[in-house]
């Protein structure tokens, strides 16, 4: 495990950009929109015009809406997907967020912490094609 993915209280920044820049634009693309499913899936569909309601969601929570987004978008094939774009694990989701959090693209509150994405579950059963998971 990298230093960026080992459970600390504070992101190695250093780490996270390392590991970022080994990741293709299209992976940012999707967190991004995954962010907004994300979102309506955990406040409603009101959430997303609504800026006087909190928005936020955790780490988790957008781990798990993530993968629901990946396999609504590309179905048995999300793994495949995934894995195209190097991403091997929910700390990858994580190591995209704290990047675009760096570039000022995304908000942290206080409570967020890099390691509220580490092994949220397992990349290989969360997108194992229908009937292989066990």
């Known amino acids: 495990m990298s230093p960026a993915l080992e459970r600390r209280s504070t992101p190695d920044w250093t780490a ?13 693309d999707f967190v991004r929109e995954g962010l907004s499913y994300s979102v309506r899936a955990v406040h409603g569909e009101a959430a997303s015009g609504d800026e006087s309601r909190s928005r936020h969601i955790t780490g988790q929570q957008l781990c798990h809406g993530l993968r629901k987004f990946a396999l609504d978008r590309y179905g048995q094939l999300a793994g495949t997907v995934m894995r195209r774009w190097g991403l091997r694990g929910t700390e990858d989701f994580g190591v995209i967020v704290y ?16 390691e509220d994405f580490i092994e949220v579950y397992d990349f290989e059963e969360a997108f194992a094609p229908a009937g292989v998971a066990g």
């Open 16 to 28: 996270i950009r390392a590991r970022a820049a080994q990741l293709p634009e299209n992976a940012f």
């Open 99 to 114: 990047a675009l959090i760096d570039r000022e693209e995304m908000r942290a509150s206080d409570r967020d912490r890099f």
